[in-house]
């Protein structure tokens, strides 16, 4: 685990990865504490992808691939598995971490609507964990199908770009990839937006199971 921590989070991408924490936490203004999560959602979409792109594509870049591939396939797998989950956790807790800078830089007000501060944090987590996760997978199997951790981040942006729009948002609904950040914030009750997250984990899931597929035959 240890090894691989070193391999996936080398200084630079942690540096850059906190950077854009706080440099949205800082240019991103919001008067509410309901308008945090919307907020951070989709640039975290964004910030996931680039960063989890090279998880494997990097053995092909450094010309470590030939020794990965002498390796049992079950343990690449779980090899690129490790790498997947120690990038996700730790953005996660960028993810919280951003969620504070925002009061400690915007210093927003709760909303009349907002019923309780704790349960829109919750609402929050749970939302950028399905998100984080999902684009997380989607980069990863896209580098690896194609060999190149750059189309992988391209084929994110275009689908980002279809989704997080006002044409997405009237096309897909509350089955959008941003469902959450297009809620409608000011109504508590509504919880529509867990049909995005849950067709995020759907796909996620899914693409879980080919990815072992597309190790065998582009690793």
């Known amino acids: 685990m240890k090894k691989e921590m070193k391999i996936v989070l080398p200084f630079y991408k942690i540096a850059y990865a906190v950077s854009f924490v706080v440099i949205l936490s800082l240019i991103r203004g919001v008067v509410f504490t309901n308008e945090i999560g919307l907020s951070i959602e989709a640039p975290f979409a964004i910030l996931t992808a680039v960063f989890c792109a090279d998880t494997y594509v990097q053995e092909i870049t450094s010309k470590r691939s030939e020794i990965h591939r002498l390796y049992p396939i079950r343990k690449r797998i779980c090899s690129i598995m490790q790498r997947i989950m120690i990038q996700e956790f730790f953005l996660l807790l960028l993810a919280v971490l951003g969620y504070g ?112 597929k597309i190790v065998r035959k582009r690793g």
């Open 101 to 212: 800078l925002f009061f400690v830089f915007q210093k927003p007000v709760t909303h009349p609507a907002t019923e309780s501060e704790i349960l829109q944090f919750i609402a929050y987590f749970l939302a950028i964990v399905v998100t984080i996760f999902f684009w997380g997978i989607l980069v990863n199997t896209l580098s690896m199908l194609f060999r190149n951790m750059w189309m992988g981040i391209g084929s994110c942006l275009l689908i980002w770009v279809a989704t997080n729009s006002t044409g997405g948002d009237k096309l897909f609904g509350a089955w959008n990839l941003f469902s959450y950040a297009f809620r409608d914030i000011e109504n508590t009750a509504d919880v529509t937006w867990l049909q995005g997250k849950a067709l995020c984990i759907g796909i996620g899931l899914i693409l879980l199971v080919v990815l072992p």
